[in-house]
């Protein structure tokens, strides 16, 4: 949200600084409102003093072009009004609206309307504005100067979303919020790692559970072996002691997950599975013979046997 909050700042701070040429102009005194569904908060009005060409006028072509991501079209005149559509597409942001101006000799005012993605973050939002010319001489090309009314709330409320996002990303990077296999992504390890600072307390869970725990041990070899970041490298991890205690693990359930791990193991089980044995059992003979009625037959000849002596 806090990047909505900027990207709506930027664009119409560029959309009247793009006004501004190498020439002599007069100042002008712009004014703006924004609205943004589902914003934490209202964006405040803004004041800001900008230099444009004594003889010229708003064009949204020239306001919203600048950005060379954007393309202005449908632009229709009548009389004292201009509308446009504008479409822009690239740096992570889609998105398309519509706007108005409406000016005099000495004043203009006008609407832009936004919608699409930025970030993967969906948005819509409404500014409008509103100029006066105050007349002073000045220089085009100098910069747009921002302030007056609203700017103390604008950085009170920026400095807001900041502490937001800095909490949101501090419980994010909580290591005790996640199992040993939730901690194997990017969040924690890699060049980009936004939770690197909390990358050696993931490795003591993981470091913890690999030998231990088989689902572990597995996602580590997974991802190792899929990523470039090695997971086993960056936390120390000494594979071979590892494997040999997994290995011990292995039993009639999971053997089929260790054929290239644990060779010698897969090839117990499954020439059990084949056989019909499971690691726990030493033969069918007993227990099948003595729970079929063939068995049960055999059983009774031999006790009668043993009475009549013979």
Same mark, same amino acid.
């Given at each position: ?191 980009? $790692?936004?939770? !690197?600072?909390?990358? =050696?307390?993931?490795? *003591?869970?993981?470091? +913890?559970?690999?030998? %231990? &725990?088989? @689902? ?12 470039? $970041?090695?997971? !086993?490298?960056?936390? =120390?991890?000494?594979? *071979?002691?590892?494997? +040999?205690?997994?290995? %011990? &693990?292995? @039993? ?59």
């Amino acid at each position: 949200m806090q990047r909505l909050s900027y990207l709506m700042f930027t664009l119409l701070v560029t959309m009247h600084a793009s006004l501004a040429h190498a020439a002599a102009g007069e100042t002008w005194e712009i004014t703006t409102k924004s609205e943004m569904a589902g914003m934490p908060y209202a964006m405040p009005e803004t004041t800001m003093t900008v230099c444009q060409p004594k003889s010229g006028e708003p064009d949204p072509k020239q306001m919203m072009e600048r950005d060379g991501n954007c393309k202005v079209t449908d632009v229709k005149h009548s009389g004292s009004k201009t509308t446009w559509k504008i479409r822009c597409d690239g740096d992570g942001q889609k998105m398309s609206g519509s706007g108005e101006i409406t000016r005099s000799k000495s004043s203009y005012q006008g609407t832009s309307r936004m919608s699409g993605t930025a970030d993967g973050e969906k948005f819509d939002m409404t500014a409008s504005y509103r100029g006066k010319r105050i007349g002073t001489s000045c220089d085009t090309s100098d910069p747009v100067v921002v302030g007056g009314k609203g700017m103390e709330d604008m950085n009170d409320m920026m400095g807001m979303a900041k502490a937001q996002m800095a909490a949101g990303m501090a419980e994010q990077c909580e290591v005790g919020r996640y199992e040993a296999k939730e901690l194997m992504t990017s969040t924690f390890f890699g060049p980009h $790692a936004m939770c !690197a600072k909390n990358q =050696k307390y993931a490795c *003591k869970v993981i470091s +913890k559970d690999v030998s %231990k &725990k088989p @689902d572990v041990y597995l996602a580590l070899v997974k991802h190792d072996d899929t990523s470039d $970041a090695s997971i !086993a490298q960056a936390c =120390k991890i000494d594979m *071979k002691t590892a494997t +040999k205690a997994i290995c %011990k &693990k292995v @039993d009639n359930n999971n053997y089929e997950d260790f054929e290239d791990t644990c060779p010698a193991e897969y090839t117990k089980f499954s020439t059990m599975a084949a056989s019909g044995r499971s690691y726990t059992s030493s033969s069918r003979s007993t227990s099948v013979i003595t729970d079929n009625p063939v068995g049960n037959a055999i059983d009774g000849a031999k006790k009668l046997k043993g009475l009549l002596g013979f």
